[in-house]
C-alpha cells in the first residue's frame, strides 16, 4: 500500500499528538453538557475511536453513514444517508466527528438534517481541512491539520475503499487512480 503513497504528509505520531489537544480542547468545552459524538462514516473511524479515548467527560455516541464520493476522487455532489442515527438529537448538544471537509457539501448536509431534527447545538470537528476543495462556505470549529489540494488516503479515508487502515495520511499517486 505504501507504494502508491506519492509523500506522507503526517506519520502516526504527529496524528496522535494533534488527537490528543482536539481531545483536551473538547474536554475542557464540553464539561458538563454531556454531547453526543456523532462518528460520519466510513471515513471518521479511527479518528473517532482515538478521539474520544482523549475526550475525559461523560459523552455518548452514535453513528451515521453518508457517502458522495464512491471510488471516484471527485465528490458526485449527492450526499446518500446509508444509515441514520439510532438516537433523537432533539434538544442535544451533538458534536459532529469528520475525517475530512473537503467540498464541505457532506457536512453541509448533514448540518441541515440534524437543524431539522432540532439539535440544541452543532460543533463540528474534523481532523482534516482541504479548504482548496470548498463548493460551499463552511468551517469546521475545531479541526487537526489544513492539507493541500490534492487526493489523500490513510487513517480511515479511502479511494475506492483501499488505504484505510494505513496508519498515517498522505497523497495517492494520481497514477492509482488516472489508470
Ligand atoms: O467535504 P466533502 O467533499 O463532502 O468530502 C468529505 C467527505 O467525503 C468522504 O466520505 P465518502 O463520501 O468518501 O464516504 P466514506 O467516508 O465512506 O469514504 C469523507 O469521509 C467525508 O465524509
Ligand atoms: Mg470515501
Known amino acids: ?20 489537544e482536539l481531545g483536551d480542547t473538547i474536554s475542557r468545552e464540553f464539561e458538563g453538557r454531556n454531547p453526543l459524538v456523532i462518528c460520519v462514516l466510513k471515513g471518521a473511524f479511527i479518528f473517532m475511536a482515538d478521539l474520544v479515548k482523549n475526550i475525559t467527560i461523560p459523552l455518548e455516541i452514535d453513528f451515521m453513514a453518508v457517502s458522495s464520493y464512491g471510488s471516484s476522487t471527485k465528490t458526485s455532489g449527492v450526499v446518500k444517508i446509508i444509515k441514520d442515527l439510532d438516537v433523537p438529537v432533539q434538544g442535544r448538544e451533538i458534536i459532529i466527528v469528520e475525517d475530512i471537509i473537503d467540498s464541505g457539501l457532506t457536512l453541509s ?71
Open 109 to 179: 448536509y448533514l448540518i441541515d438534517v440534524l437543524e431539522r431534527r432540532n439539535a440544541k447545538s452543532i460543533t463540528l470537528v474534523t481532523l482534516f481541512d482541504k479548504p482548496a476543495g470548498r463548493k460551499v462556505q463552511l468551517d469546521a470549529d475545531h479541526k487537526g491539520f489544513v492539507l493541500p489540494d490534492a487526493f489523500v488516503v490513510g487513517y480511515g479515508l479511502d479511494y475506492a475503499e483501499k488505504y484505510r487502515n494505513l496508519p498515517l495520511i498522505g497523497i495517492l499517486k494520481p497514477e492509482v487512480y488516472e489508470k
Open 1 to 20: 500500500m505504501l507504494n502508491d503513497i506519492q509523500e506522507v504528509l503526517y506519520d502516526t505520531d504527529q496524528i496522535q499528538q494533534k488527537v490528543k
